[in-house]
């Protein structure tokens, strides 16, 4: 982790935290929040499967269920690949 000097125990916190519940991770600009993300993706925990948005590029709740959908799609099991089994999200 050496592309994060200082954050180990951020990252070791983040991972304790997602174990128990969701977390919400703000700060101000420019104080590495995204390097600390980048960081998760790379040294990612068994059983989990870190997925990264832009959500300054999302304007709207249907392009942000959009964009959930379209990135965990390829990660789903064969279960939910069946043709029993679709989601579709219709235009507001």
Not at 30 to 51: A, C, F, P, S, W
């Amino acid at each position: 982790m050496s592309k994060i000097f200082g954050r180990e125990k951020v990252i070791a916190r983040i991972w304790t935290l997602l174990n128990e519940r969701s977390i919400l991770f703000t700060a101000e600009r420019r104080v590495g929040k995204t390097t600390v993300l980048n960081q998760l993706k790379d040294y990612q925990k068994e059983g989990y499967r870190i997925i990264f948005s832009d959500l300054e590029k999302i304007d709207s709740p249907l392009e942000f269920i959009n964009d959930v959908l379209n990135k965990t799609a390829p990660f789903l099991s064969a279960c939910f690949k069946s043709p029993q089994f679709s989601v579709q999200v219709a235009q507001a």
